[in-house]
């Protein structure tokens, strides 16, 4: 059987010649124009990225490497007495393009448990941070940190062939990818449960041993493997993701890169949403003193978020023009879940679901009144017992790395270039239009 690795590179050898092709013969092909209303706003649908890691149909929703979330559920190696498959097959599946066998999921179990031990100076590093840090600020000083270790910088040091970047690269990656959970639990069991850490589990996989590390029993590991695999990749034009792409184009190795793309996924209007709907949804119901509002309060307050000028957290989205099909998969692990599905979070973030989009189109703004993944994640990791939301980012960060690494590896491998476009000024935006 050929290692990961020596897929990886056979999928990269066939690629290459794609990728050159393209910029060589018909470099000078128009794939879209830029108007005065993207480069002043965020770039919105420029397309100047490419990846094949995944793909966001404004109305579909995001396929992986050509697959919806269903069917990438479905296909994979299921975890032994589990519905949800291994974290570690979908990283293979990310990397290469292809299901893997059994076999080949064990391969990346067994790689990860090998790269999995975290330096004793990393847990240091946190324990020097005063508690009252963001844990967000801290899982990406953890990864920071670890940045001696890179074998990128190493070799790039020592003189490697830009056809063998990739290499160095993956083995960041995946050294990264090993040992983020760990990272992330010990964080939250530092912070928020009495500074009793766990040690990992040598036995499970890697959202067993994560649920076990965070201290909770099943189906815990469950939502650890839907979590991670949800939140991995949405192709890379969003903040975390281009701001990994972006760092690393610099030929900074993974750990700075991740680490500024972490940064990225803790603003409020990225990866932060999370906490902040679970914020206003508490907010709310401790109003209303922990009861299920009425639809005609729930309206009410909706409208008095819009009309102080905040953003109903968890709803619109920069790309997507319909319900995520990540909030889907996550409402319906909370339907098919005893407990869940009665729980009374579960019924306001699902009254939510029915008011806010009519309330959203009213209000005429936002070009999508439907709900993204963060306005649903929160509320399962409540009912399980992490009631601590600073935490829920983190979690976002462990799957997000699984899609930009994948990413990033890739980069190396077709040679992308630095990113550097071109600014213009106001002045001239003025004479493009004709007022100056
Ligand atoms: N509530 C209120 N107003 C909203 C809104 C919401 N949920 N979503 C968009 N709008 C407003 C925008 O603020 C903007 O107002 P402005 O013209 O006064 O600046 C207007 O509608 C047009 O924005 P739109 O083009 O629809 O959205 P953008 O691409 O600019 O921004 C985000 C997309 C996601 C940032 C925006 O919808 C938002 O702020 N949502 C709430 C925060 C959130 O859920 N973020 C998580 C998104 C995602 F899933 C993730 O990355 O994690």
Redesign the pocket.
Known sequence: MATLKETLLKKIQEHRPRTTRLVKEFGDVKIGEVTIAQAIG?A?GVKCLVTDISYLDPMEGIRFRGMTIPETFEALPKVPGSEYPYVEGFWYLLLTGDVPTDAQVQEVVEDWKARAQVPEYVFDVLRTMPRDTHPMTMFSAAILAMQRESVFAKKYAEGISKMDYWDPMYEDCSTLMARLPQIAAYIYRMKYKGDTPIAPDPDLDMGGNFAHMMGIDKPYDDVARMYFILHSDHESG?VSAHTTHLVASALSDAYYSLSAGINGLAGP???L?NQEVLRWTQDFMKKLGGEVPTKEGLEKALWDT?NSGQ????????VLRKT?PRYTAQREFCLKTPGLKDYPLFQLVSMIFEVAPDV?QQ?G????PWP???AQSGVIQWYYGVTEYDFYTVLFGVGRALGVLANITWDRALGYAIERPKSVTTDMLEEAAGIK
Do not use: E, Q
């Open positions: 965020g919105r969003n209007l990225h990866g949403a819009l953003v109903i957290p968890g709803y619109g989205h920069a995520d959203l209000h703004k936002a070009k999508n993204n993944v963060d």
